[in-house]
């Protein structure tokens, strides 16, 4: 058993957490880490706040343990919001932006969960009052930065006083002993939960990340606009030779207009208002770039398409071999991380 501030905070068993991952982390899957002993995640990006409240719901049916929602805080994001502060989704993990609920969530006894990059980022979450930060390295699948976890975490540790989360090249027991020693209090796992037998991920890139050395990951603004990592593939190598795709990233900027449900007008205003307003609001245009990136990881996930498709994913995939079911998985890596742990002092010679 690994009691660790996050574990206690949470009141998980096990200080292990599904990251949240856009079209991966559906209800099944949340609900089977929680049921584990760890902390399931589901990402909200691909929901309309409706689907949002239903997927909940079913999280609901199928687990009583404590779980959380990641809402990424671009357009659309005060409504999902408002849906997990109604549904009193225990934690709420944001990233990519300011939050401005954080009151709101501790009024109903929730906790709040800031995803940063970098350690000045997390300093200004738990400034804001996040309960606690996921520090993410630069290994990690998606949207890590510059510096790698290795680095990354000792600093953030000594700046920040909140529970740390590690993620970024976490997929086993020796990753989780290490990013104890490192100052986290446990760890967010994206890539290697996608490799369990419960995760919905097409077999095809199942299993192309189990071919995969630690090499095998490439790191462009190609996907959907930011700096992301993604499986070396042919989907991955055909938009680096082709460079960005416009014509996508417009199709992808119409949906946009269409899901939030915008007059052209309406539209034209709003992107103006989100060009003109700062860092911390994200351009319209960034957010058409996603979805045409949104539109290539559907094709990879869900239909296996290995020419046109694209699999955000973690320099993990070089240490991952199997798919285990989530239970086996989580247990496994924290009878290992025990078992590294107690071994340490014997590795040492004493003279
Ligand atoms: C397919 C996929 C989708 C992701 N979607 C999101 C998302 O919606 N929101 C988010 O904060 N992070 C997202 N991430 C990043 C993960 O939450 C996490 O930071 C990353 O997987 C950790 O690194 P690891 O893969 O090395 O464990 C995604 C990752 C993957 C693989």
Redesign the pocket.
Known sequence: MLTTRMTELFGIEHPIML??????TDPDLVAVVCNAGGLGVF???RCTPDEMRENLGMIRKLTTRPFGV?V?LRAGAPEKIKVAIEEKVPIV?Y??GKPWFIDQVHAYGGKVIG?TALAKHAVAAAKLGCDAV?V??H??????DKATSLVLIPIAASAVKVPIIA?????DGRGLAAALSLGAEGI???????LTKECLLHENFKKLCLAATEQDTVYDTVFDGMLGRALKSKGTEAMQKRGFPLVEAFKAAGQIRKVLKLTYPQFIAMSFKMMTAGEDSASLWAQARQGAGTVR?MKG?YEGDLEEGI??????VGGINDIPTVKELIERVVAEAEQTLASLHSKVRKK
Not at 188 to 194: K, Y
Request: glycine share 16%.
């Open positions: 990251a949240g991952m856009n079209w991966i990402a909200t990006a990641n990424i993990n990233t990519l995803t996921i993410t390295g290994e990690a699948a998606a949207h890590g993620a970024g090249g976490f997929y967010s796992m994206g890539t290697r939960f996608m990881a996930i699999l955000y994913a973690g320099q993990a």
